[in-house]
């Protein structure tokens, strides 16, 4: 479409799409203005003061640094790895014991699975109710067996973590995780009580979208819970 | 030409021909500190830039490219891709965290203000032109995603593909978001703005 070639530098146009707004003058103009457009974009200051080198060099070395619970790193970032690829790719299991799941038997299943992910992006899995260190992220995935209208929250922070606006997500029978593609971790702002603090995530599905967010669900949609168990 | 003619342009060329981000990188993870220091003064400013173009609080983006690039510098990249689209990647995402950790009522609270009111304060629209005043706050009222193609082409020069690359997107698609960002934009600009 010769609207989207508008703006772009040479180097990304084709030797024909550059001939193309050479020879008319009409789409020549419109492109020279949308790229003045993105000169001047591209002059706007940013209101911002760098971190030093010296302060990325401090968090490494504070990250090297040997901790109390370091001394399984290799094996948690072998398992972490390990826990990555069955996250990523096994399909899940039809009976996973970890959530409630509530809905008319027989019908769409729906359940949440999670990994933790630790400061060095090591990864483990969690189950429902498993324990998550607060320098921990949590990377969350819900499986759906239909097709419909996806929701995660943590109810207790407030947060809605999939879809990232609020509303319903649109979806097919599959895995689906905050963040799509570019797949998103969590944790919560609150740093865990000293003796730990409960946090629920609360997929809810539904064969149609209910009116609002904050309408009440129709019989028919399902709702799963995942515990998490933060820890100081 | 003469031997002594090519010397000259040898030597000019290595001048000029900056060694590339992978090759930093991988003198880094040689040990080389002064290689580290090379690439992170290429790209901190603009980084910065960029994640604070997305959340627009300033301490934010600081952290985020403070978190960038020790995730970077440790982390996946291996030989073979393009160092930048993977910096660039991880600050992205970094940035849709730190938007989503938000909660829902700051975002609503971000919808509904001018972006330069939210990290940039009036000493920094004092120091703009009146249009690049009006050109950040119509940026500002854009969603994440138009920001983050319009800050990534135009801003901080990568390419189409580089483009594509960070945000997960084919070719195509990125030429589609840029062109309906830079119409949003236009539409923005047209209004009437009530700058600072």
Same mark, same amino acid.
């Not at chain 1, 759906?144 to 999939?162: C, F, I, K, N, W």
């Not at chain 2, 940026?139 to 082409?153: D, G, Q």
């Given at each position: ?232 | ?88 990647? =991880?600050?992205?995402? &970094?940035? $849709?965290?730190?938007?989503?950790? *938000?909660? #829902?009522?700051?975002? %609503?609270?971000?919808? @509904? +203000? ?48 580089? =483009?594509?690359?960070? &945000?997960? $997107?084919?070719?195509?698609?990125? *030429?589609? #978001?840029?062109?309906? %960002?830079?119409?949003? @934009? +236009? ?10």
């Amino acid at each position: 479409m010769n609207q989207d070639l508008l703006g772009l530098r040479p180097e990304d146009l084709s030797p024909d799409e550059r001939a193309l707004l050479a020879e008319d003058p009409d789409l020549g103009r419109a492109h020279a203005r949308e790229a003045a457009l993105g000169d001047a974009l591209g002059r706007l200051p940013a209101p911002v003061s760098p971190p030093s080198a010296e302060q990325v060099l401090a968090r490494l070395a504070a990250q090297r640094a040997p901790s109390p619970r370091a001394w399984p790193a290799a094996a948690a970032g072998g398992l972490g790895l390990a826990a990555a690829f069955l996250l990523a790719w096994l399909p899940l299991a039809p009976d996973e014991p970890t959530q409630r799941d509530r809905g008319v038997a027989g019908a769409p299943t729906l359940r949440i699975q999670a990994a933790a992910e630790d400061p060095r992006g090591a990864l483990r899995t969690v189950e429902s109710g498993g324990s998550v260190a607060a320098d921990e992220r949590v990377l969350f995935r819900v499986g759906t067996s239909h097709a419909g209208h996806l929701v995660l929250r943590a109810p207790d922070t407030g947060e809605q973590l999939m879809p990232l606006e609020s509303g319903w997500l649109a979806v097919e029978a599959g895995e689906h995780r905050p963040g799509g593609d570019q797949p998103l971790s969590w944790r919560p702002d609150a740093r865990p009580d000293p003796g730990g603090s409960e946090t629920p995530v609360v997929a809810t599905w539904c064969p149609e979208p209910p009116a609002g967010p904050d309408a009440p669900v129709s019989p028919g949609c399902l709702t799963t819970v995942f515990q998490l168990w933060w820890t100081p | 030409m003469t031997e002594a003619g090519l010397d000259r342009i040898q030597v000019s060329s290595s001048d000029r021909e900056p060694v590339p981000d992978e090759a930093l990188l991988l003198a880094w993870r040689a040990g080389d500190e002064a290689a580290f220091r090379v690439l992170f003064d290429r790209y901190r400013t603009r980084v910065t830039g960029y994640a604070w173009q997305l959340v627009r609080r300033q301490e934010v983006a600081e952290e985020i490219c403070l978190e960038a690039f020790c995730r970077v510098l440790e982390g996946a990249w291996r030989p073979g891709g393009s160092f930048r689209s993977f910096l660039y990647t =991880v600050v992205h995402r &970094l940035c $849709l965290d730190a938007l989503r950790r *938000r909660g #829902r009522r700051d975002r %609503a609270l971000l919808k @509904l +203000r001018a972006g330069p009111r939210e990290g940039a304060g009036p000493e920094h629209l004092t120091q703009l032109s009146q249009d690049q005043a009006r050109l950040q706050a119509a940026l500002a009222r854009l969603p994440a995603p138009h920001r983050a193609v319009l800050s990534l082409y135009y801003s901080q020069e990568l390419s189409s593909q580089e =483009v594509a690359q960070v &945000l997960g $997107l084919q070719d195509h698609q990125v *030429r589609s #978001r840029l062109s309906y %960002a830079r119409k949003l @934009l +236009r539409q923005h600009l047209s209004e009437p703005q009530e700058i600072p």
